[in-house]
């Protein structure tokens, strides 16, 4: 790391610089990281992100924590949380390992109580984008007349292309789970999924019903493209979907969703614009069929190292134009992630109807 040009962190639409510290990996733990608010005590610090209270001792502030992230505050055999409390001047109470609550910061200097919860905000931002994504925004696209003509795709590509090097019957997407994905959401507890749902809600009234007019949209997916730079080596073929009457409502739609999750801190930014896309063939379904697809590289792990692309030359020339269907999209779910319901489709924890 360049001392002249430190690591910075935004959280809340302030920033934060991570320290030029000695970091030690664990075996069993991920990398325990660690950081300082800034300079000084932090002392000066204005505390308007959160609510610190007077008590007869001192001062707390309480932060609603999931948790599976209790375990990074802690720190191998509590070392981060002692660190934390030492450097601050507090304590730090943290419920039992599986108890959803709150974790409560005490401290005779309001200073130290700012410090160790901004401490901590910092350090569950950065452990909250190594999670695996547990949910995401989605429109579904698995009406029987686009399963079926994805089957008949599905079909004429491996009687016409199964001998280009790569392609096999293992790299199709189930039909059942066709979709368009917005965006993905690492939610790890009821609050959090229930703060979702409710966010959901909020767009349907401020701006969905008024572009979608309270009626389904009309959409065609027709037609094919890639991902990657070489068609000779590719990982993933996408159907184009656009709006039938040639409108920009579904776009505009999918971008301010995502301009909304973005701004609450449940959905990290990953473009400036959502690809509407829906993948029929990815080479994560090859070793994993219930594999999703991840935009965002940064957060979660890969589920394998090494993807073996397909040559998809042929695939381009022979079916670029290829017709799947027109579908009427009359809801966004909050899905799933390997998950099923009775459709066959991704389990919805919410929804947004259009009509």
């Known amino acids: ?54 008590t007869e001792k001192g001062f707390q502030c309480r932060v609603e924590v999931p948790s599976p992230l209790y375990k990074y505050i802690i720190g191998k055999k509590g070392e981060t949380k002692k660190k934390l409390e030492t450097e601050t001047r507090t304590s730090i109470s943290i419920p039992k390992p599986g108890v959803e609550g709150e974790i409560v910061i005490i401290g005779q200097h309001r200073s130290g109580v700012i410090s160790a919860r901004t401490r901590i905000d910092v350090l569950l931002d950065s452990f909250r984008k190594k999670q695996p994504f547990t949910h995401f925004l989605s429109f579904a696209l698995n009406q029987p007349a686009i399963q079926e003509k994805f089957l008949q795709f599905k079909e004429e590509v491996l009687e016409k292309c199964s001998k280009d090097h790569g392609v ?13 994905t917005l965006g993905t959401l690492v939610l790890l507890n009821e609050q959090e999924i229930q703060k979702a749902c409710d966010l959901l809600q909020r767009c349907k009234e401020d701006f969905v019903d008024q572009i979608a007019g309270g009626k389904p949209l009309t959409v065609e997916v027709a037609g094919v493209e890639y991902m990657n730079d070489d068609p000779a080596m590719m990982d993933v073929l996408y159907a184009k979907v656009h709006m039938k009457d040639g409108s920009d409502r579904l776009q505009v739609i999918a971008d301010q969703l995502v301009e909304r999750f973005v701004a609450s801190g449940l959905m990290l930014k990953e473009w400036d614009r959502v690809k509407l896309h829906a993948t029929v063939m990815n080479t994560l ?52 992630r390997f998950s099923s319901d009775a459709s066959g489709y991704y389990a919805t924890s919410g929804r947004l109807t259009f009509s």
């Not at 096999?168 to 368009?180: D, E, I, T």
């Not at 957060?299 to 030359?313: L, M, Q, V, Y």
């Open 1 to 54: 790391m360049d001392v002249l040009r430190p690591t910075l962190i935004r959280i809340g639409g302030r920033v934060y610089r991570k320290n030029l510290i000695q970091e030690q990996a664990y075996q069993h733990e991920e990398e325990e990281e660690d950081f300082c608010a800034g300079p000084g005590d932090c002392a000066d610090e204005p505390c308007d992100a959160f609510v610190v209270e007077e």
């Open 168 to 180: 096999s019957s293992s790299l199709f997407q189930n039909p059942a789970k066709l979709h368009l």
């Open 285 to 336: 379904f090859r070793k994993d069929p219930s594999a999703e697809e991840r935009n965002n590289t940064m957060a979660g792990k890969s589920s394998f190292k090494e993807r073996e692309s397909f040559n998809g030359r042929n695939i381009l020339k022979l079916f670029e134009d290829f017709y799947f269907g027109e579908v009427q999209l009359d809801a966004v779910h909050l899905s799933q």
